[in-house]
């Protein structure tokens, strides 16, 4: 199935230890080709013309009578891309970024022999939301589609699992936010799962968030979510040597988030927000989604071929990934990346996916895929790097850190003065010079009025991106 690992045994597992280790290394190449060889807009592409290690975990899970425990490490790629997108950590002390990074899952709890079962536990545990699991290994393509890419891997709190039957799970969650290592605000968030397999050939899985306040520095916001999908095989000849199995996932996501601060600038996350178009003046902050992917298996699943892709509705962008634009991450934000109400992400993406599996433990994979968005989004032949390096900033949102400045040609910090929206021609769509037209009676000190010589520097950005994926992941 798309989200669960194909194993069928665990070399080394005893009665009280089931050991598990995963290795994901890719070669990529972007087709705009970065000369900072960075991957912007997504959670598996990061680096590319280079072999890297995406993700290297070990641990596994502990039962010892009803008493029942998973740690799952997270070295490689995935310990610096994770939490650069959880903004919480920008709440309070104690540095919750570097304490949690290497893990992607550790959890303790216990079984209660009730129904079919009932487990009570508590940490870091995988959400599921957008149907594709945290690991390439498990799904049926490396890139996932916009709704996966930004839609929570993780949650931190309380996860309730109760089967009243054998084909039935109920898992409520209790947690700190939307993928966030702690809370933004006052409120945590509230959801659960809900997974109905009445068939061995037909899965359903709905998962529904809500009450969370999950915009930093915004307390009055909040957010709610639906996340809903279906898996069908409906094609089952497993000794053939040729086509033997056929399967399709399709997934469609909404969301939205109301109310919020009429204080502060637009940037800074200030304004009140509506689920709806314009609803008393306030503007409309979305998510809406789907994604389809088919499966086919041959020669006794020793190949697999994948189609699949979607498309995306994001205004507001506050589901949006955020590019790692001069090193900026969710607590610092990027001046050059419009997130704010009223902005606007369309967006479309396919992939095209070959495995080769001659072992349960191990994939060969191959992947192409073209993704487009209604604004320039992703990175350019210039990159997304400043002259010289990453600069740190003057001030941004109050934001302390790389990446809340502007930055001149010369690879200085730029002092401006002014980041609102119609200042900084925002509104304007990002509509020329690699997507920004900025006005050129904003002064700066690159020695130049913006609009005579171009003297701010900018990231390159781009409104499509093809790329290609080889990867070797190993699962046992």
């Known amino acids: 199935m798309n989200g669960n690992s194909r194993n069928k045994d665990t070399p080394l597992a005893t009665k009280y230890f089931t050991p598990e280790v995963r290795f994901d290394t890719n070669y990529m190449e972007d087709y705009n080709q970065p000369k900072d060889h960075t991957m912007a807009g997504a959670t598996e592409s990061f680096r590319n013309g280079e072999v890297q290690l995406e993700q290297m975990s070990f641990g596994g899970d502990i039962h010892v009578d009803n008493v029942r425990g998973r740690v799952l490490t997270m070295f490689g790629l995935f310990a610096t891309t994770t939490p650069r997108n959880d903004g919480s950590a920008g709440v309070g002390q104690w540095n919750l970024n570097d304490a949690y990074k290497y893990f992607s899952e550790a959890w303790g709890g216990y079984h209660f022999n009730v129904n079919h079962g009932l487990n009570i536990d508590a940490g870091i545990f995988v959400s599921y939301i957008g149907l594709f699991s945290y690991y390439n290994f498990d799904n049926w393509a490396y890139q996932p589609s916009f709704v996966s890419s930004n839609t929570p891997w993780f949650f931190n709190g309380v996860r309730i699992q109760w089967f009243p039957t054998e084909k039935l799970k109920i898992e409520p969650w209790i947690i700190n936010g939307w993928q966030s290592y702690a809370k933004y605000n006052g409120h945590g968030g509230l959801g659960g799962q809900i997974l109905w397999r009445p068939h061995p050939w037909l899965s359903f899985v709905f998962n529904n968030y809500g009450m969370g306040t999950d915009t930093l520095g915004n307390p009055g916001r909040s957010r709610l979510h639906t996340d809903d999908s279906a898996e069908v095989r409906y094609f089952d000849r497993p000794e053939s040597l040729g086509l033997d199995k056929m ?50 298996w041959f020669h006794k699943d020793l190949f697999g071929l994948t189609l699949g892709g979607g498309v995306l509705d994001n205004p507001g962008r506050y589901l949006t990934l955020l590019q790692p634009i001069n090193g900026a991450t969710a607590v610092s934000g990027t001046p050059y990346s419009a997130e704010y109400p009223g902005s606007i992400f369309k967006g479309w993406d396919s992939t095209v996916t070959f495995d080769y599996m001659p072992s349960e433990f191990i994939t060969f994979r191959f992947e ?24 740190g900033p003057v001030a941004y949102n109050n934001s302390v850190g790389t990446g809340a400045s502007y930055i001149c040609t010369n690879g200085t910090t730029s002092a401006v003065s002014d980041y609102s929206p119609s200042v900084m021609g925002l509104y304007q769509g990002f509509g020329s010079k690699n997507g920004f037209d900025l006005p050129g009676n904003v002064s700066s000190s690159c020695g130049e009025q913006y609009g005579e010589g171009w003297s701010l520097w900018q990231p390159d950005l781009r409104k499509s991106q093809w790329a290609n994926v080889i990867a070797i992941m190993v699962k046992w």
């Open 247 to 296: 399967a399709f996932s399709v997934t469609g996501d909404l969301g939205c988030e109301y109310g919020g601060s009429v204080n502060g600038s637009v940037l800074a996350g200030g304004n009140k927000v509506s689920c709806h178009n314009n609803s008393n003046g306030h503007p409309k902050q979305s998510f809406a989604g789907w994604m389809l992917y088919n499966r086919f």
């Open 368 to 391: 192409t895929g073209y993704r487009y968005s209604s604004t320039p989004y992703w990175s350019g032949r210039q990159g997304i790097t400043p002259p010289g390096g990453n600069v």
